[in-house]
């Protein structure tokens, strides 16, 4: 719910979508806060030779590969600019 004042509500009241209006605005805020994801960890396929970039240490640890669905290795050092697949 939102409190408009008298000024405000006769504005509102003239458009077409005045709710619909209001969330996009919202959804636009929400994506400007939104912090990027942030791949610490990784984990390599030797069989495949893919490197994949994870969020988390237990993703990264027990990740399956997406090509031959063999358990990957878990890769303990920082995520550098390889080529990776998210």
Known sequence: MITLDPTTWEFAARMDNFSGWVRSKLKE???????????????YCPHCDLWYAHTSEYDAKY???????RLCNYMSTDVTKKQVVE
């Open 29 to 43: 805020e929400m994506v400007k806060g939104a912090k990027p994801k942030q791949f610490k960890f990784e984990s």
């Open 63 to 69: 990740h399956a590969c997406s090509e031959c669905d």
